[in-house]
C-alpha cells in the first residue's frame, strides 16, 4: 500500500489558478471514486475539502474543485487567496485508505 | 456541534503500548451513517491512515500495522479507542481521531491531534 504521488509543492500569485495532481494506481485512485483532498494548516487537524472525487462539503468556497482522470485525481484552486497557503492531501478507498504523499502550496 | 477529543499519555516507551482514546461530544458514536477512524503523522511528515471502527463493531486495519493495531469502541461512554502495541520511534507522530461519512468515506470531523512521543 504505496502513498499516492503528488507534487512536494506548488505556487501561484494571489488570484491565479493551481493544480495538484494525485497519482495512484488502478488499485486505488483508477478503481473507487472514493477520493477526498484535506487542506493542512500548520498546528491544526486536517480539514476535508473534497469527498467522492469532485464534491465539496457545505462551507468549502468553490473556488475548490477537483477531477479524477484513469489513476489520477487533480485539485484545483482558482483565483487563489492568502487564506489558501497550506498542505494539501488526496486520499483514496482501496479497501483501505492511502493518502497522498502531500502538497505545499505557497501564495507569492 | 460534533466535536472529537484525543486524550492519552503523550510519552510511551519502546516496546511498550500507545492506548489513546477519542471522546465523541454532540452525535451518537452508534450511529450506522458514521465510522470512526484513527490518523496518524509523524513531525513533519504526510498522514497515515491506521485503521477504522464501524458501528457493527467491525475493524478494518492498515496492513502495515495490523499486527499491533487494536480499534475498539464503548457506547455507553461515546469513546472508541486506539492500542498500538510494540511501539518504536517511528511511531511518534501527532495522533487524530476522527469521523468518517459512510456514503462519502471521507473523514468529515477531526479532533484537535494528540502528540505522541516514543522515547525510553
Known amino acids: 500500500q504505496s502513498a499516492l504521488t503528488q507534487p512536494r509543492s506548488v505556487s501561484g500569485s494571489p488570484g491565479q489558478s493551481v493544480s495538484i495532481s494525485c497519482t495512484g494506481t488502478s488499485s486505488d485512485v483508477g478503481s473507487y471514486n472514493f477520493v477526498s483532498w484535506y487542506q493542512q494548516h500548520p498546528g491544526k487537524a486536517p480539514k476535508l475539502m473534497i469527498y467522492v472525487v469532485s464534491n465539496r462539503p457545505s462551507g468549502v468556497p468553490d473556488r475548490f474543485s477537483a477531477s479524477k482522470s484513469g489513476n489520477t485525481a487533480s485539485l484545483t484552486i482558482s483565483g487563489l487567496q492568502a487564506e489558501d497557503e497550506a498542505d494539501y492531501y488526496c486520499c483514496s478507498y482501496a479497501g483501505t485508505y492511502v493518502f497522498g504523499t502531500g502538497t505545499k502550496v505557497t501564495v507569492l | 456541534q460534533l466535536q472529537l477529543q484525543e486524550s492519552g499519555p503523550g510519552l510511551v516507551k519502546p516496546p511498550e503500548t500507545l492506548s489513546l482514546t477519542c471522546t465523541v461530544s454532540g452525535a451518537s458514536i452508534s450511529s450506522e451513517s458514521y465510522y470512526w477512524v484513527w490518523i496518524r503523522q509523524p513531525p513533519g511528515q504526510g498522514l497515515e491512515w491506521i485503521g477504522s471502527i464501524y458501528h457493527t463493531r467491525s475493524t478494518n486495519y492498515n496492513p502495515s500495522l495490523k499486527s499491533r493495531v487494536t480499534i475498539s469502541v464503548d457506547t455507553s461512554k461515546n469513546q472508541f479507542s486506539l492500542n498500538l502495541g510494540s511501539v518504536t520511534a517511528a511511531d511518534t507522530a501527532v495522533y487524530y481521531c476522527?469521523?468518517?461519512?459512510?456514503?462519502?468515506?471521507?473523514?468529515?470531523?477531526w479532533g484537535q491531534g494528540t502528540m505522541v512521543t516514543v522515547s525510553s
Open positions: 476522527a469521523r468518517a461519512i459512510s456514503s462519502w468515506d471521507a473523514f468529515d470531523i
